[in-house]
């Protein structure tokens, strides 16, 4: 990791960053729906990371309002050339750091078995399977 990354918060005028990455890995493509919501409920917080070069990536948690607060990360995506430099870990803490100033007592994400890189990540950093989704491929009976 560069000496010179930080994470800030994201503004409106970053939605065109986060389009660009959906453009560029479109497996990866917010969702128009939620990158609106993204923006406009005060409870989902965007998070920007970027060096002094650019922008390596962004995170997206939702808050609940109320004292008993639980948050749900969305998102968290890097830039591939710039994987693998610890950017997500750190992005990750930086949300986990957000939350747990916030008060918020749990934090879920949801991800898919094949996602060795974010399942890996998650693990290292304390995450514990908590449901099981199953899926039967009908095309295959
Ligand atoms: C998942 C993702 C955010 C990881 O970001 P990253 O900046 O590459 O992660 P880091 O460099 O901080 O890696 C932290 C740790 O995660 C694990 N990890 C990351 N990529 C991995 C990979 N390809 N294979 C195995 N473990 C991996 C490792 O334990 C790594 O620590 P190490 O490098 O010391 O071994 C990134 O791969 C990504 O954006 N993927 C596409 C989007 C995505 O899958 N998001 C998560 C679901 S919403």
Redesign the pocket.
Same mark, same amino acid.
Not at 75 to 78: A, G, L, Q, S, T
């Given at each position: 990791m560069t000496q010179d990354f930080t994470i800030r918060n994201g503004e409106v005028d970053d939605k065109s960053l986060i389009q660009k990455y959906g453009e560029i890995d479109p497996e990866?493509a917010l969702n128009e729906g939620l990158l609106a919501v993204a923006f406009s409920d005060t409870s989902f917080h965007v998070f920007i990371a970027e060096t002094s070069k650019e922008a390596v990536?962004y995170g997206l948690m939702r808050m609940e309002r109320g004292s008993n607060r639980d948050a749900m990360i969305y998102? !968290?995506?890097?830039s591939k050339h710039?994987?693998?430099?610890?950017?997500?870990?750190?992005l990750m803490n930086h949300m986990l750091e957000t939350a747990a100033n916030s008060n918020c007592k749990i934090v879920r994400l949801m !991800?898919n078995v094949d996602? !060795?890189?974010?399942c890996?990540?998650y693990k290292?950093l304390g995450f514990t399977e908590r449901r099981i989704e199953m899926h039967l491929n009908l095309e295959n009976k």
């Open positions: 990866w990536g998102v !968290v995506y890097i710039a994987r693998r430099q610890g950017y997500g870990m750190a !991800v996602n !060795v890189s974010a890996t990540l290292n």
